[in-house]
């Protein structure tokens, strides 16, 4: 079966979904099937998304962006960093 990509934003709208399918119907299997999803992506879903609001998600999305750059950009000053320091030793 091919997977599906699903962006936070949709996740979040799914779940709010699939509250209203088990308030109205009452089980999480008829939700899921509606959504066509597994009991294991929502359980998923619902630990990681489980109370958060759309502007949240946008905003851990960025928050996750930023981190990344900032990580390659550690990871880039700390490789120049050891030439550098290599270099300098004359261990070459």
Known sequence: MKRKLHTPEQIVKNLREADTIITQRGTVEQACKQLQISDATYYKWRKQYGQMKLDQVRQLKTLQ?????LKKLVADLS??????KE????NY
């Open 79 to 84: 490789l120049g960093n050891a030439i550098l």
């Open 87 to 90: 270099a300098s030793s004359g």
């Open 65 to 69: 962006k930023e981190n990344t750059r």
